[in-house]
């Protein structure tokens, strides 16, 4: 059984497009993430949801918005495209923040290429 | 401010020789390390942890991290590498309710 699943795996779009991507995870986590993975490996946060509630939102364009249906759910859109966006982007889950040394369980990513 | 610095971007060893992978953390209050491994079209797998309940920490395939308060520094080591350890490495710290990854180093095995 996938503990963090994302889809689609590949996505590939043109510029200016709107596209999806969604994660769940069926570990009973609390907090949920995204974060993107460029080309030299370098892996940052994106946002960070803690029981479909908002908790980290780093600097990152508006055009990315993340959605959370309930706590095993958490997808992140992107309104027009730009080739900068292209990257791997990775969903991972974890317990409640409060607790001690909490680890992150991370999805398969998702590699988006913007032509 | 939390932050943790990998030294090398790219590590070679032959195989069965000695992995060392150099992490070294800045933080003002103890810490919370992570080794996280990253096969190639692969998520981020988690290798071990460090929270202070023992400064040598073991974790999964062989990997083991000590923790050392007098260097800031939380190397990874594993005694004979086989050629399924290359993969990228990252070296993680816990700074509020997020976890700050170091820049990866990739680990390359020689046959």
């Known amino acids: 059984d996938t503990a963090v699943s994302q889809t689609p795996k590949y996505l590939v779009t043109q510029m200016g497009n709107d596209k999806s991507i969604k994660c769940e995870q069926n570990?009973?986590?609390?907090?949920m993430y995204w974060y993107k993975q460029d080309s030299k490996k370098f892996l940052k946060i994106m946002f960070s949801?803690?029981?479909?509630?908002?908790?980290i939102n780093e600097t990152v364009p508006n055009r990315f918005s993340p959605k959370s249906p309930d706590k095993a759910h958490l997808n992140l859109h992107i309104n027009s495209l730009e080739l900068g966006d292209s990257a791997v982007y990775f969903c991972?889950?974890?317990?409640?923040?409060?607790?001690?040394?909490?680890?992150?369980?991370f999805g398969p990513g998702t590699r988006l290429t913007v032509t | 401010a939390q932050s943790v610095t990998q030294l090398g971007s790219h590590v070679s060893v032959s195989e069965g020789a000695l992995v060392l992978l150099r992490c070294n953390y800045s933080?003002?209050?103890?810490?919370?390390l992570f080794w996280y491994v990253q096969y190639p079209n692969q998520g981020l797998q988690l290798l071990l942890k460090?929270?202070?309940?023992?400064?040598l920490v073991k974790g999964i395939n062989g990997f083991e991290a000590e923790f050392k308060k007098s260097e800031t520094s939380f190397h990874l080591t594993k005694p004979s590498a086989h050629m399924s350890d290359a993969a990228e490495y990252f070296c993680?710290?816990?700074?509020?309710?997020?976890?700050?990854f170091g820049k990866g180093t990739r680990l390359h095995i020689l046959p």
């Open positions: 570990l009973g986590h609390d907090t």
């Open positions: 991972a889950s974890s317990q409640d923040p409060p607790g001690l040394a909490y680890e992150q369980y």
């Open positions: 460090y929270t202070s309940a023992a400064t």
């Open positions: 933080s003002s209050v103890p810490p919370y």
């Open positions: 949801y803690n029981n479909k509630e908002l908790i």
């Open positions: 993680a710290v816990r700074k509020d309710d997020k976890i700050i």
